[in-house]
T-cell receptor
Framework: NAGVTQTPKFQVLKTGQSMTLQCAQD?????MSWYRQDPGMGLRLIHY???????DQGEVPNGYNVSRSTTEDFPLRLLSAAPSQTSVYFC?????????????FGPGTRLLVL | TQLLEQSPQFLSIQEGENLTVYCNSS?????LQWYRQEPGEGPVLLVT?????EVKKLKRLTFQFGDARKDSSLHITAAQPGDTGLYLC???????????FGKGTKLSVKP
């Protein structure tokens, strides 16, 4: 199993550009989530999904959109990038909503918005 | 809003020393997880504690969940350079069991 994969690994955007961060898992996990990690801020939840067709907002959802058309994929879209979205983005998955379950994290996407 | 505070924020020690990292909250969590993250990688789950007062051991690492399920500690005995990394605690809360992360403790173990 590849686990959780994320592409791209690095990305530089100009303010106002759009892009999609890809996340895929091959463990048949129902729960998937996106976090951003900033220095001194820890990991903050952006959006999450408890199954295909079901998504919800986390702590910091503004400026990001998600959809979940399949169990395997959970892309994160930045519609109009801003410098404040410069961060490292992690996708994670687990069998359920995290209660006592192992969360598996991808390797991250490092995004710089100029 | 549920918050988790970790201390210390940074810790630099010599190989062979013992250390303890703390994770505290005013909120009750159904369970608490500890992760380790190495530079350029995603966090990796070390342990999940569920019951108040629970103690779990993972080789030289000892994890404890407070009796009231509001706090936790990680104790490392005879630290080694391979223990270097960012240690994150995460409380499981909310209706969907989402994770709430502390800001982390950055540990450096020097040979």
């Amino acid at each position: 199993n590849a686990g959780v994969t994320q592409t791209p690994k690095f990305q530089v955007l100009k303010t106002g550009q759009s892009m999609t961060l890809q996340c895929a898992q091959d463990m048949n996990h129902e729960y998937m989530s996106w976090y951003r990690q900033d220095p001194g801020m820890g990991l903050r939840l952006i959006h999450y999904s408890v199954g295909a067709g079901i998504t919800d907002q986390g702590e910091v959802p503004n400026g990001y959109n998600v959809s979940r058309s399949t169990t395997e994929d959970f892309p994160l879209r930045l519609l109009s990038a801003a410098p404040s979205q410069t961060s490292v983005y992690f996708c994670a998955s687990s069998y359920s909503g995290g209660t006592g379950r192992s969360q598996y994290f991808g390797p991250g996407t490092r995004l710089l918005v100029l | 809003t549920q918050l988790l505070e970790q201390s210390p924020q940074f810790l630099s020690i010599q190989e062979g020393e013992n250390l303890t990292v703390y994770c505290n909250s005013s909120s009750v969590f159904s369970s608490l997880q500890w992760y380790r993250q190495e530079p350029g990688e995603g966090p990796v789950l070390l342990v999940t504690v569920v019951t108040g007062g629970e103690v779990k051991k993972l080789k030289r690492l000892t994890f404890q969940f407070g009796d009231a399920r509001k706090d936790s500690s990680l104790h490392i005995t005879a630290a080694q350079p391979g223990d270097t990394g960012l240690y994150l605690c995460a409380g499981v809360g909310g209706s969907q069991g989402n994770l709430i992360f502390g800001k982390g403790t950055k540990l450096s173990v020097k040979p």
